[in-house]
């Protein structure tokens, strides 16, 4: 089974600051992973997904995450926060098997912007 | 709104009672999950359907829990005899076909055993 791991509960940035989540996967298959967004009450929302396309994958939002397979990381990033990127993001990794794609998610990073 | 559709948004149940949410997934969709959220914690796996063929089950699915999907359609799951440790976000989230596809999430259904 494929397994993924968030580095930091919560973390806590300035706005207009650099966004770094981080995400460390086990698979032992060529990974498909994604970034998911939370809002509170609300359910998950795609902001991007990496399937061996390219190593940086550009999201929504002006997030992008990079594909080390060396590190096995899938870290998000984003230049600068805005108040509105104040939400749980959660990464996950994909295995597919038996025909359909069981998702594996870690157990999510709170970002927290100040003004 | 062509997103996933869950309803209700809010249960609160007494432990004991028996409780139903449903899922009406995107339409061409032909896969279907439900997925469990507990706080602090990322969606766990609970079940899979493709089409109204529920083709995985996870051993967090107790016999308490039963989850259908007739035509392949919207999906309901239901919990008997509920109990505090059922307390949880229900998530449901469709997909297409494909190895590499997204699962889109529904909002939700918060469950409050009390």
């Known amino acids: 089974a494929q397994s993924v791991t968030q580095l930091g509960s919560h973390v806590s940035v300035s706005e207009g600051a650099l966004v770094l989540l981080r995400c460390n996967y086990s698979?032992?298959?060529?990974?498909?992973l994604f970034w998911y967004v939370q809002y509170p009450n609300q359910g998950l929302q795609l902001l991007l997904k990496y399937t061996s396309a390219a190593t940086l994958v550009k999201g929504i939002n002006g997030f992008e995450a990079e594909f080390k397979k060396s590190e096995t990381s899938f870290h998000l990033t984003k230049p600068s926060a805005h108040m509105s990127d104040a939400a749980e993001y959660f990464c996950a990794v994909s295995e597919f098997g038996n025909n359909f794609n069981k998702f594996y998610f870690g157990s999510g990073t709170k970002l927290n912007v100040k003004p | 709104d062509t997103g996933v559709s869950q309803n209700p948004r809010h249960k609160i149940t007494k432990r004991g009672q028996n409780v139903t949410f449903r899922c009406d997934p995107i339409s061409e969709h032909n896969r279907l999950y439900w997925y469990r959220q507990t706080l602090g914690q990322g969606p766990e796996f609970l079940t899979y359907?493709?089409?109204?063929?529920?083709?995985?089950k996870s051993r967090l699915l107790s016999d308490r829990f039963s989850a259908e999907r007739p035509k392949g359609s919207f999906s309901t799951l239901e919990i008997q005899r509920t109990e505090q440790g059922d307390s949880a976000m229900y998530l449901c989230?469709?997909?297409?076909?494909?190895?590499?596809?997204?699962?889109?999430f529904g909002q939700g259904t918060r469950l409050t055993v009390v």
């Open positions: 359907f493709q089409n109204e063929a529920q083709l995985e």
């Open positions: 698979s032992s298959v060529p990974p498909y």
């Open positions: 989230a469709s997909s297409l076909g494909g190895s590499n596809t997204e699962a889109f």
